[in-house]
């Protein structure tokens, strides 16, 4: 058999060695556009910064190591041009001799990745983007200033997500005063905005020029034009280079000519073992769509876009696997993690403002405990966000940020969303525990608490979105941390135009104080700085007879709620 695989990265170069390693009679051809195979796109940030210092250290195999070790046909510098998919033949076009070639295929593997989106403005033109190592090297020479007298010392880059974020931080590693301009209302989009100001904060303490809700509307060779998002032209900066990273759009361009049907939303429909509508046609990585694992129950198109590193490699290794005979890959959430100045940001699955969205019902707990043991030198705050399915109990998103441990807590709640846990089945995971290392009930324990008693009816829980409502509806608010945390900030309502305060009635003085001070018939929020006390307080009131509920993640929670709300607008 002889299959073809056109792109030479992530999915395809995954696809190709799997083969091999299934099937050492089968022909495999790889066609690879650009200069390198297998490099490491993920890392092109941190070459670009300087933290990746060796520009080799991109390039994890070469044509020649792909055929000594995988006897693989590898041909870099040639593009497909056209797909014949009833004669199963390619056109190739050879970019060093210029010829133009046939190539016939048993199989075809399409794994071109995705083109990065770049903002129709006036002057775009000298707007670079990354996506691979020949745009790393333009990106260093452009910090490097090479042939143009001098580094560039301002940057403007458009786009707030997981890859201008690293853009980002690497330029100011390198020097440069950067501007960053996100047309969205927060940085980040997988994020909830009270997840996402913590991003915000971290970027602005390291002095980037964080613009939200703004657009670049023009460039000139030395400044950008920012406006708001109506395109009200609002400032001009210094923009010495640019860097568009906006996302990428699945490149369908091959798959379409191949007369492969496309997905609802861009992207090469392909069924759950990657076949596109076309026969012997297959399409994978950020160029297909994925199986979304979260669409609701009877959703017609239940795919998603997710143009992640993981993924593209599962599908590589999944359409080896569908090529010679075996089957089964499971639908995606969508796992990402990004660090941003020391600060770590994962989510898994669905936020919150895509579920309400998609008018689906669902649970929001948040929760901030420390990574570690808190008596335990280093011990660091996480802000962890849950949202669970309340018919089923099911994860339906998890979100995280915080300096340390971000990372194991979103990959074992993505592991718990693969395997099909329930929020509150994490209550009872065995995890690994030392102080230096987790608790004894680590966060993901005490999320798993939380959903339980939500679950049971235990517990009732107010959003930092809906407290003025409820307090505007007559609702006493009572403060149960110390004086101390109370004076140092506090929950501050305005009703009506005049400012309203919590009630401050600790924790330990509540079962005595509460007859007197808290008054009977009216429902009642408590709430302390992350909502574990909150919890215990709601419990004894509720038992006391009170209509009780408690801020969900604290103080914490609303002020960084409320803060979002005026950071971004
Ligand atoms: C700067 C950057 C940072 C990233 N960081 C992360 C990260 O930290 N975590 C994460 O999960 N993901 C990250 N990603 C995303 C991840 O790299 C992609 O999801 C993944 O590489 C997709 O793999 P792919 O094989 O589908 O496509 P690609 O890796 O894009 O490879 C496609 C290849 O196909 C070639 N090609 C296209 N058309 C043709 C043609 N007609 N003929 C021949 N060849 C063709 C292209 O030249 C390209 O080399 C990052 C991406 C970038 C650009």
Redesign the pocket.
Known sequence: MKIVI???????MSAATRLRRLAEDAEIVV????DHVSYA??G??YYAGGVIEDRDALLLQTPESLASRFRLDVRVR????AVDSVAHKLTVHDLGTGDEYAESYDRLVL????RPIVPRVPGIERALV???VADADRLVAAIDGVGDGGPARTAVVIGGG??GL?VVENLIRRGLAVTLVELADQVLAPLDPELAVRVRDELVAHGVDVRTSAQVSALTSSTATIADAAGVEVDKVRADLVVAAVGVRP?T??AAMAGAELGPRGGVLVDEDLRTSVPDVFA????AIKRDALAAPGEPEPFALI??????NRH?RHVADVILGRTGMRPSVGT?V?GVFGLTAASAGRNEKRLRAEGRPYRAIHTHPSQHAGYYPGASPLALKLLVDPGTDLILGAQAVGRDGVDKRIDVLATAMAGGLTASGLADLELAYAPAYGSAKDPVNMLGYVADNLRTGDTRSVQWHELDRLVRDGATLVDVRTPAEHTRGTVELTLDGAPSRARNVPLDELRARADDEIPVGAPVVVHCQAGQRGHTAARLLTQLGYDVRNLDGGYLTWRDGTRATVADG
Do not use: Q, Y
Not at 31 to 34: F, M, V, Y
Not at 111 to 114: A, E, L, R
């Open positions: 056109v792109g030479g990265v992530a999915a395809g066609i690879e556009a650009g796109n993920c092109l940030p040639n593009r497909v041009t794994s071109p990745g995705g990354l996506r691979d997981f890859v690293e490149d361009e091959l994978v990585g950020d160029a143009p992640l590193a993981n993924l593209a590589g990402a990004v």
